[in-house]
């Protein structure tokens, strides 16, 4: 009984390169959520997807951030030409219904920018 | 921009229950209360949630008052593993779930 299972755990990336977080979610489950933190600080919304569409991108930032649930394989949440300000942990979290149901949260991404 | 208050930290004797209170006093009809855990920097662990009655699960118990404005999350009998920060959260869907600061419990032997 796998749960929401992400790779790569940790990430170091230099400037301006691309970082790529996946995420798979727990078996059966069709939506899909990405999360921010920063250190001491709480998670922070980014994108909600159900199964090739995205349904609400309202906390992503408009330009470098991108994210995907193709039909067929994990979610990828994509950064590209990172700045040290991405440095941060990326969860991605997964659940059978949008209402009135848990989430269950990968152990995340820890991205770290030099 | 949490719609929830929560101390920042709470202290606990191992063994002892774990009281953690959250006041959610602009709480709409149609949102639950969630409450999740962080434990280290791990993801974090959900724990319950409710609408309006009381709660209970394997974990914990969650007790919500009439008026709905506040709720009280309760481990019955807290080890050390429940050291964490605890996260109140007040949604009627989950891609609106905002985690604020979250109380940071403490379990001492």
């Known amino acids: 009984n796998a749960g929401v299972m992400q790779n790569p755990r940790h990430l170091v990336r230099r400037r301006g390169q691309e970082a790529r977080l996946r995420c798979s979610p727990v078996?059966?489950?069709?939506?899909v959520y990405w999360y921010r933190q920063l250190p001491e600080e709480g998670l922070k919304f980014m994108v909600y997807?159900?199964?090739?569409?995205?349904?609400?991108e309202s906390g992503m930032p408009k330009e470098r951030f991108s994210a995907e649930f193709p039909k067929e394989g994990p979610s990828i949440l994509r950064i590209q030409q990172v700045v040290r300000g991405d440095s941060a942990a990326y969860f991605c979290?997964?659940?059978?219904?949008?209402?009135?149901?848990?989430?269950?949260f990968g152990q995340g991404t820890r991205l770290t920018v030099v | 921009d949490a719609k929830t208050t929560q101390p920042p930290s709470m202290d606990c004797a191992e063994g002892r229950a774990a009281n953690l209170p959250c006041n959610h006093s602009?709480?709409?009809?149609?949102?639950?209360v969630y409450w999740y855990r962080q434990i280290h920097s791990q993801g974090p662990q959900y724990i319950i949630h409710?609408?309006?009655n009381n709660e209970t699960n394997e974990m914990a118990s969650l007790i919500i008052t009439e008026d709905r404005k506040s709720s009280t999350l309760i481990l019955p009998h807290a080890t050390l593993r429940d050291t964490a920060v605890y996260y109140c959260?007040?949604?009627?869907?989950?891609?609106?779930?905002?985690f604020g600061a979250g109380t940071r419990l403490t379990v001492k032997p």
């Open positions: 078996k059966g489950h069709s939506h």
């Open positions: 979290a997964s659940s059978m219904d949008r209402l009135n149901t848990e989430a269950f």
């Open positions: 409710g609408l309006k």
């Open positions: 959260i007040v949604t009627a869907n989950n891609n609106d779930m905002r």
């Open positions: 602009t709480i709409s009809g149609n949102e639950y």
């Open positions: 997807l159900q199964k090739e569409n995205i349904i609400d």
